[in-house]
């Protein structure tokens, strides 16, 4: 959801970005989430047997601080045509957003004998290029596959709305917050890669549909990779590149797993 809120504010309200209390992100996750509001189901009591959350102060403050095409268009007429970037950012971004797809989509995977093996696919994610053109509310926004160019055949249009409830649903913790029904356009054929050699073709009308999510760290808590994969090709090599990974607290990990479970007396 964070990702979501930098993506636009970045391009399209630098300036809210210069104050370290005064910007969307801690008006969204401090000022404005409050867990009296959460809890209150006063309006629809019938939203309470879903979760134990109210998911509409969260829907409230993305459609706040995440605006439509529409509203975009409206605050650049109000400021003479002017939405300036942050200084500190390219007029394009790649947004990766982490997905759990709790209806699963079905394929086939082929075997090496060319027999059919079914397999549903859970893990799930919405990827996509965030374009600024102009001074103001301009943008090209296309879903995309990860590790494939925007000029491919396997990238869309998408909208600042499709963002927002990718973003929510990422956010939507179990039992917490209420499943998320969306529904997805479906990309081109999935190519098998080099460097995923298990992975099929499959059709495009596998993956198109309407789907029920929840969040997206049930299969996908950390997502680096996806990180790494949105920024390969770019202009920076990788051996100068950094990657931030925000976290509560550090993780401890042995550095090979696999050598606990070896006998000492073998090492």
Request: aromatic share 10%; hydrophobic share 35%.
């Amino acid at each position: 959801m964070t990702a979501c809120l930098l993506a636009q504010n970045l391009l399209y309200n630098g300036d809210s970005l210069t104050k370290a209390y005064e910007n969307p992100l801690y008006d969204a996750w401090v000022k404005e989430v409050d867990i009296v509001k959460l809890l209150d189901f006063s309006f629809n009591e019938d939203d309470q047997k879903k979760s134990l959350l109210n998911i509409k102060v969260v829907e409230d403050i993305a459609e706040k601080h995440l605006l439509s095409k529409i509203d975009l268009e409206q605050k650049s007429d109000k400021n003479q045509g002017k939405l300036p970037k942050h200084p500190a950012v390219n007029s394009e971004i790649q947004v990766g957003i982490t997905m759990s797809n709790l209806s699963g989509f079905s394929y086939n995977i082929k075997t090496q004998n060319q027999q059919d093996f079914g397999y549903t696919r859970y893990k799930d994610q919405f990827i996509c290029s965030v374009k600024k053109i102009g001074d103001g509310a301009g943008s090209e926004l296309r879903e995309k596959q990860l590790g494939k160019d925007d000029s491919s055949s396997d990238s869309q249009p998408t909208t600042w709305s499709d963002i927002r409830n990718a973003g929510i649903s990422s956010g939507a913790f179990p039992l917490a917050f209420p499943l998320r029904d969306i529904s997805r356009k479906g990309l081109g054929k999935f190519k098998q890669r080099d460097s995923d050699i298990r992975r099929a073709d499959f059709p495009n009308s596998i993956y198109q549909g309407r789907f029920l999510y929840t969040d997206g760290g049930v299969f996908e808590n950390e997502p680096v990779g996806m990180a790494k994969a949105l920024a390969s090709g770019t202009a920076v090599d990788d051996i100068s590149r950094y990657y931030l990974l925000i976290k509560p607290g550090p993780r401890e990990t042995a550095e090979d797993p696999f050598l606990e479970k070896i006998p000492k007396y073998i090492c």
